[in-house]
């Protein structure tokens, strides 16, 4: 004979669990929780909706979700059959509830294919200014190019903002994409105005995207990775400095640069020969596993001039200099130019020009 399965309400089941409840919602069809899962935004926030008609659980932020059973297995690390046979001894010794502890560990990045599926839709619904069209332009590259490579426009209103993260939220889950956070319980994107560059990994995935300032009046800070790591960003996540990869990836020898959007247009203006691109000169995570990735078996330096008269600029490529010289069966060299040229891009736009 089958054996009956008890269904277990869902708010006796968060009491249970120590869940803490809007004492206001109580007498309602949808309680509301503080969530236990991605502990809201502290004391005081109800996201979890505890639906008594079906009894079953959502986070509006977050997104987790389930039966009275699945919580309480949750909660308590523990499988769901053990979940139901503990519900079924009806104790009724319930712990004190306790507001969530707010999260203040800093928030790791989702994976890779997650984030590449997230900026790769968020770059879909927005397009590229004629201020920003004409600036790549005048760096070299070509309108086919631009259109390729995916740069975009940073919305510049709050609305704008708040309505793009919704049109990405409403197929993906926002929570751990750098450059995405909530404010009064809705999704916005972060980061000052500017062009977004895509920043690819070596099978042409986005890990993260790079902003070209509009401000850009303060020296050396020109760029600033999408990111919203600041304390007072509510679910906000960072982003980490990863290497860029641009150009023909067939190739076996690859230039070393510094700045994603410069090694696309040198990759451009030089047949597209394929380009390794960190974040700064001090950002070589990474580094070694793309070289080896990609199967090179030459490397050639191609960092800025200025190294010739900033004794810090300098350390830090001599330090990624050596630790690409141990990688076995790679040869390193360093190409030059007229140091009237800061980067390599100026170099050979100045020689396309010169044709």
């Not at 509510?234 to 230039?255: C, L, Q």
Request: hydrophobic letters at 35%; charged letters at 25%; a positive charge.
């Amino acid at each position: 004979m089958a054996r009956e399965y008890v269904e277990f309400p869902i708010v006796e089941t968060a009491r249970r669990c120590g869940l803490v409840l809007d004492p206001r919602t109580l007498r309602h069809e949808e309680v509301e929780a503080s969530c236990p899962f991605c502990r809201d935004h502290g004391p005081g926030k109800y996201h979890l909706s505890l639906n008594t008609s079906k009894n079953q659980y959502r986070c509006n932020l977050c997104g987790a979700h389930g039966n009275s059973v699945s919580l309480y297995a949750r909660l308590h690390s523990i499988t769901n059959k053990e979940a139901y046979l503990e519900l079924t001894k009806d104790t009724r010794v319930y712990p004190l509830p306790s507001q969530p502890v707010p999260q203040t560990q800093e928030r790791t990045p989702r994976a890779l294919e997650e984030r590449h599926a997230v900026y790769s839709e968020m770059l879909s619904f927005l397009t590229l200014s004629e201020k920003h069209r004409e600036n790549l332009l005048e760096r070299g590259l070509s309108d086919e190019r631009i259109e390729r490579n995916g740069y975009r426009s940073m919305p510049e209103t709050p609305q704008a903002r708040r309505l793009l993260a919704k049109l990405v939220g409403s197929s993906h889950d926002l929570l751990g994409i750098p450059g995405f956070y909530t404010r009064n319980d809705q999704w916005t994107v972060a980061g000052p105005n500017g062009f977004l560059i895509p920043v690819r990994n070596q099978d042409g995935l986005i890990q993260g995207l790079k902003i070209r300032l509009d401000d850009a009046d303060k020296p050396g800070r020109k760029y600033r990775w999408l990111s919203s790591r600041d304390r007072h960003l509510e679910n906000g996540t960072r982003s980490y400095s990863w290497i860029h990869v641009t150009g023909d990836r067939s190739r076996k020898r690859a230039f070393l640069t510094e700045g994603p959007l410069k090694g696309d247009v040198a990759s451009f203006l030089a047949n597209d020969a394929l380009f390794i691109c960190t974040g700064g000169v001090n950002a070589i995570k990474g580094l070694r596993e793309t070289i080896l990735d990609l199967g090179v078996t030459e490397i050639v330096e191609a960092m800025d001039m200025d190294q010739m008269t900033n004794p810090q600029v300098r350390n830090a490529i001599l330090t990624m200099r050596r630790e690409v010289q141990k990688i076995p069966g790679v040869r390193y060299s360093k190409y030059t130019w007229n140091p009237a040229y800061k980067g390599v891009d100026d170099y050979f736009l100045s020689r396309v020009a010169a044709m």
